[in-house]
């Protein structure tokens, strides 16, 4: 049965992927997910309840055996494999997020070109996942260490960048011998199910990568109560984060918490004005500011204030929205998005902020059916109001004024947020305190607030995590046990 579905039979269904094929969901609900450039429905997705996620589970939990025999190296070379048909499958892969998400191509193809890049890392990490040798007090005593799978693990993501963040989890997770259960965002199913069809043909064996479909609280919530789900690993709001920590707390499941952030971008008084006018229109728009990493917050010294806004208002309205070649900016995942985002652009001018750009979305012609919104610039408001505190996703920042690097600073620490940052100044010193004081898991000088890399360590302080770093080589402690092997060694033999 198709929730509000007219033309059943042109639509495509997606089916959850357990033990290596398509498996319909169990109460044959699906749900519509529609595309966010002109509201049409594109797809049903099946809308997975327990049962469902238990069949995806347990198929996890059979492979596991098998798929943590393997050697690393095996496991790396089956990893390439796939790495390999996402190259051969570029165009088609990104056409299925493109549409799923309404991003302009050129950025669905910079989002494939990252995410391969991570499985080609990943890949190779398993002629690495180095151990240390390590000394010991007690003579003849060798003493070293291995890393061994946890498990099954279930990864949850969402749809902002969808092809990277499961690139970012599943990666990490199969190389370390763990086999997996990914939760698909309801607002981008159909590329988490092309991702796994391709696993199977690169050989990687059934069940080492089952996909469910489905909401957060009848799909997601069932998935991370299964007590056979060892570890947890979730890129979503801080919100799910808390609840995610609360139910792995109750058995020790190890949990791996990626969330939000409230971005600051500070600009100098001595600051290259052109450079950093093109990063803050990037930072906080790019993707539509559906970004953990975006600039939501821009922090100017008042010597150059007036000066840095008209260039960056002047700039933020030649960015044209849509999805041809030539757009800047497409659409909110979600009508719910756009709708949240006009109340609280509202709510703050109505109490004085002061609209220097956008604050509204198309109302008329061809975009007017999409979850577009105009690229908005707000100032004259408080640090301590909802604007500058919450957490919007979407393109949407506020700018402020300052005095002083001190006073930079200590605006920029002033949320509960703490995940990427950003200065632009001439000055290392300047650089090198606001790197030393700022209350962020990425302190960037001269770029933007967004820019990890595959081998980079990416988290953040505060709401924005738990305190673990996804990718880079840091993942490997989400993903594998530390085991201490000692061995003491008859003394003539060394
Ligand atoms: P969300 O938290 O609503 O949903 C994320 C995923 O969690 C979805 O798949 C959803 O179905 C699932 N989910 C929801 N409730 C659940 C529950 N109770 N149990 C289990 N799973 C549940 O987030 P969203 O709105 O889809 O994504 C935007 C958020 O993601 C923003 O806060 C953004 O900052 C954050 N994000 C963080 C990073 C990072 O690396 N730190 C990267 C991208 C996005």
Known sequence: MVVGLQNKSEMKYLNNWINGCES????????????????????????????????????????YEGWKSFSPVKRGELLLQLVKLMQLNFDNLTHIFAIETGKPIKDANGELLGAIKLGEFFSSEGMRMFGRTMTSAIPNKQSFTIREPRGVAALIVPANTPMANIAWKVFPALICGNTVVLKSSEDAPNIAIEFARLSKTAGIPDGVLNVIHGTGLSAGQKLIENEKVKTISFTGSTIVGK????????????????????????????????????????????????????????????????????????????????????????????????????????????????????????????????????????????????????????????????????????????????????????????????????KAGVANVNTGTFGSEPHMPFGGFGDSGNGTREPGTDALEVYSELKNVSILVESEFI
């Open 243 to 438: 609840v995610i920590a609360n139910v792995a707390a109750q058995r020790l499941a190890r949990v791996s918490l990626e969330l939000g952030g409230k971005n600051p971008f500070i600009v100098c008084d001595d600051a290259d004005l052109s450079n950093s006018v093109n990063w803050a229109l990037l930072s906080a728009f790019s993707n539509a500011g559906q970004r953990c990493a975006a600039a939501s917050r821009i922090i100017v010294f008042e010597e150059i204030y007036e000066k840095f806004v008209q260039l960056l208002v002047d700039q933020t309205q030649k960015l044209k929205l849509g999805v041809c070649t030539n757009s800047n900016l497409g659409p909110l995942i979600s009508k719910k998005q756009q709708g949240m985002i006009k109340d609280i652009v509202d709510n703050t001018v109505s109490q004085g902020g002061r609209l220097l750009c956008g604050g509204d979305f198309p109302k008329e012609g061809p975009l007017s059916n999409g979850y577009y919104f105009y690229p908005t610039l707000i100032d004259n408001v408080s640090i301590d109001s909802k604007i500058s505190n919450t957490e919007l996703f979407g393109p949407v920042a506020t700018i402020y004024s300052v005095k002083s690097l001190d006073e930079a600073i200590q605006l920029a620490n002033n949320t509960s947020y703490g995940l990427t940052s950003c200065i632009h100044t001439k000055d290392i010193n300047r650089a090198m305190y606001f790197a030393k004081n700022v």
């Open 24 to 63: 319909e969901p169990g109460n044959n609900l699906y749900l519509n997910k529609f595309n966010p450039h002109n509201g049409e429905i594109i797809s049903c997705f099946a809308d997975s309840q327990e049962l469902d996620v238990s069949m995806a589970v347990d198929s996890a939990q059979n492979a």
